[in-house]
């Protein structure tokens, strides 16, 4: 299809404001867009959504669909895919650009089946050659890096979060909102949402967007030793990680593991205690950006990744570590 060269953001709310993966959408559809010359779009589809229009002009998009209406609370892709088709088809941007969360992950590759155009998933790097944008994410269990052009178009990715610098808001910025008219059969949604269960809080901040992870490993030794980990994490404001390893064995919940068939996560500092550094472990912390490790292995793995490591007993090192860690920071 034809293309114009606007780029076409899939912005989403969270706990009624935006989610924090919206910012780094406009951060990395602001440069897109200004490489190809384009305006920025976004879109924000839900209910109650609409006050947050404001907030994505002033992270630059210079317009802003909504589309708000009580069956759009929860997400559904029956629901969401034709609003947001519907308006990608009228403006046929150049890119589309959506999130790797829970809704981007189903909504990107439907959107382009249904566009008939493909889909680049997890990408942590964008750039333009041309009228073309070359999507780049991990391969191979992030042991090399892909990059794609999409032929057809729009080009549509999902964005891996945290991989993208999130756009910094300019107060008194305004993008022209528009709101998209919903004409829902609600006869015609197939699933309804019956409840929501929460996974059990771990009290520290969330694992996906950390800056700062203190992940254990099967060295701990044991359950009974897993409070060192947590203390640590408490001390540094960390979110707490875990190897399968660790999560098999039922130490902690599923929910806590980093890898390959757990979690992804890019946090400024990853700090592994125990962790021999499998490569499907690995693969989820191939957007961290500074890797420590404590392992009495001077041959383990992880140390191939680690910007700074310890050779050693965790059970020597760490009490003292974070001994100095909360002095330090209670100071
Ligand atoms: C298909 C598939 C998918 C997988 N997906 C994942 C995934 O998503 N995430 C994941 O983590 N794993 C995954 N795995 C498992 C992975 O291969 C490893 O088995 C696992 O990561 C190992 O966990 P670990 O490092 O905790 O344990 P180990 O490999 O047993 O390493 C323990 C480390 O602790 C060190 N140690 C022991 N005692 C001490 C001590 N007192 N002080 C300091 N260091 C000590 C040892 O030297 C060792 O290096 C997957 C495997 C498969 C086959």
Redesign the pocket.
């Known amino acids: 299809m034809a293309h114009t060269n606007a780029v076409f953001v899939v912005a989403e709310a969270q706990n009624g404001g935006l989610a924090t993966i919206s910012a780094e959408l406009l951060g990395a559809g602001r440069a897109i867009a200004n490489a190809l010359g384009g305006p920025l779009v976004a879109a924000l589809v839900g209910h109650n959504v609409a006050s947050l229009a404001a907030q994505l002009g002033e992270l630059g998009a210079d317009r802003v669909l909504v589309a708000d209406d009580p069956l759009l609370a929860d997400y559904q892709v029956e629901s969401y895919a034709p609003l947001i088709g519907q308006s990608v088809r009228s403006l046929a941007p150049a890119a589309v650009l959506l999130g790797q969360t829970f809704t981007g992950r189903e909504l990107g590759p439907r959107l382009a089946f249904d566009l008939e155009t493909a889909v680049a998933t997890d990408c942590v790097r964008l750039s333009v050659e041309g009228d073309r944008v070359v999507m780049a994410k991990p391969v191979y269990g992030g042991n090399a890096v892909a990059e794609y052009v999409v032929q057809t178009s729009p080009q549509v990715a999902t964005l891996r979060a945290r991989a993208f610098e999130p756009a910094a808001p300019q107060a008194g910025r305004r993008g022209e909102v528009e709101q998209l008219p919903v004409q829902l059969d609600p006869a015609a949604l197939r699933a309804r949402v019956v409840e929501t269960v929460r996974a059990a809080s771990t009290g520290g901040p969330n694992l996906k967007e950390a800056r700062v992870i203190v992940a254990?490993?099967?060295?701990?030794?044991g359950p009974e030793n897993w409070r060192h980990v947590e203390e640590l994490a408490q001390a540094l404001g960390a979110a707490v990680g875990?190897?399968?390893?660790?999560t098999d064995a039922g130490w902690v919940p599923a929910s806590l593991?980093?890898?390959?068939?757990?979690v992804t996560v890019s946090p400024d500092l990853y700090l592994t205690?125990?962790?021999?550094?499998?490569?499907?472990?690995l693969?989820?912390i191939t957007g961290a950006k500074n890797v420590v490790a404590?392992?009495?292995?001077p041959e383990?793995n992880?140390f191939k990744v680690a910007r700074f490591g310890v050779v050693?007993?965790?059970?020597q090192v760490l009490p003292a570590f974070t001994r100095k860690v909360q002095e330090l920071r209670g100071r």
């Open positions: 254990g490993g099967r060295g701990l030794g875990a190897t399968r390893a660790v593991q980093v890898g390959l068939t757990g205690i125990g962790i021999s550094g499998a490569v499907q472990h693969a989820g404590i392992n009495r292995d383990a992880i050693g007993d965790w059970k």
